[in-house]
């Protein structure tokens, strides 16, 4: 079992930047990947983007690029999320996945889940 620990949410104005990491206990195999997920108020969960740790590139979805990056360091099994410019459409919960078997090939699904952690963004 893989245990995923967010950190770096919390309460910004908009026109700023966040970081926010995921910390993995474990790689479990080598096509092992991870991923951010993001649910606004009253919406679905949407997909971000992810990264895998076998050729370290990271993928996005259209929602996500331009002003997210997704960055690991492999060594710490840990996933980070850049997020820069906020604005107040950004303001969610940020949910952290891993997965055994990650695929940029199509919409990966994910094994472990994080608690999730919670971004507000202010104008």
């Known amino acids: 079992q893989v245990q995923l620990v967010e950190s770096g949410g919390g309460l910004v104005q908009a026109g700023t930047s966040l970081r926010l990491s995921c910390g993995a206990s474990?790689?479990?195999?080598?096509?092992?990947?991870m991923g951010w997920f993001r649910q606004a108020p009253g919406k679905e969960r949407t997909f971000l983007g992810g990264?895998?740790?076998?050729?370290?590139?990271?993928d996005y979805t259209e929602s996500a690029k331009g002003r997210f990056t997704i960055s690991a360091d492999y060594a710490l099994n840990t996933i980070f999320l850049q997020m820069d410019n906020l604005t107040r459409k950004d303001t969610a919960t940020y949910i952290c996945?891993?997965?055994?078997?990650?695929?940029?090939?199509?919409?990966?699904?994910?094994?472990?889940w994080g608690q999730g952690i919670q971004v507000t963004v202010s104008s």
């Open positions: 474990v790689r479990t195999t080598r096509a092992f990947g």
């Open positions: 990264i895998s740790w076998f050729d370290k590139r990271p």
């Open positions: 996945a891993a997965t055994d078997a990650y695929s940029q090939s199509a919409p990966p699904s994910f094994d472990y």
